[in-house]
């Protein structure tokens, strides 16, 4: 069955940067681009970009270009998004998600 | 690129038909895919429609999907309301360029 894994919670101060794991399993990896979205506390969906895992290709949303960077190892089947010059108000839930499948969600937390 | 709007909440009693709609502000409804996602809270996303009207397996057939090009919306109807498929409701599709993901703004269903 398809799973994607998600690394675990992170707190970082303002001005760092996060990188969060997604490690699929039960599917081609290079067969389905992923997609990263996050949610803030109380908020909607926002979609932040994909990567496709089988060339490298990303596609970013406006807001992010700058700072996220997309990346993937086909190796171990595992997708990364790092966020950097993290600010307060990107205090959220991120998810990589493809079609039809969502990861369970990495909180990242931006306090100092 | 387009919107998608949803009404903010709706409420119906339990074993009532509810149906949640998603317009698209420009362009037409038919031209992407739409997926309809449930997320209980505190819990990721999970797919209940894809392409306009699949189920998921394991998805119970009081859930489907449409599209009506005439008011160029989806809508997501439930039938036999039950108590645990209270939750926010969120509609997704593509824009063709680049085919980034365009959420509605959700929908916060409530059974009682």
């Known amino acids: 069955q398809v799973q994607l894994v998600q690394s675990g919670a992170e707190v970082k101060k303002p001005g760092a940067s996060v990188k969060v794991s997604c490690k699929a399993s039960?599917?081609?990896?290079?067969?389905?681009?992923m997609h990263w979205v996050r949610q803030a506390p109380g908020q909607g969906l926002e979609w932040m970009g994909w990567?496709?895992?089988?060339?490298?290709?990303?596609n970013y949303a406006q807001k992010f270009q700058g700072r996220v960077t997309m990346t993937r190892d086909t190796s171990i089947s595992t997708a990364y998004m790092e966020l950097s010059r993290l600010r307060s108000d990107d205090t959220a839930v991120y998810y990589c998600?493809?079609?039809?499948?969502w990861g369970q969600g990495t909180l990242v937390t931006v306090s100092s | 690129n387009f919107m998608l709007t949803q009404p903010h909440s709706v409420s119906e009693s339990p074993g009532k038909t509810v149906t949640i709609s998603c317009t698209r502000s420009?362009?037409?409804?038919?031209?992407?895919?739409v997926q309809w996602y449930q997320q209980r809270p505190g819990s990721a996303p999970t797919t209940v429609i894809y392409?306009?009207?699949?189920?998921p397996s394991g998805v119970p057939d009081r859930f489907s999907g449409s599209i009506d090009s005439s008011s160029n919306s989806a809508s997501l109807t439930i039938s036999g309301l039950k108590t645990e498929d209270e939750a926010d409701y969120y509609c997704?599709?593509?824009?063709?360029?680049?085919?980034?993901?365009?959420f509605g703004g959700g929908t916060k269903l409530t059974v009682l």
């Open positions: 392409e306009d009207n699949q189920r």
């Open positions: 039960g599917y081609t990896f290079t067969g389905y681009y």
């Open positions: 420009s362009g037409s409804i038919a031209s992407n895919y």
């Open positions: 998600a493809r079609a039809n499948y």
């Open positions: 990567i496709n895992p089988n060339s490298g290709g990303t």
């Open positions: 997704q599709s593509y824009d063709s360029s680049n085919h980034p993901w365009v």
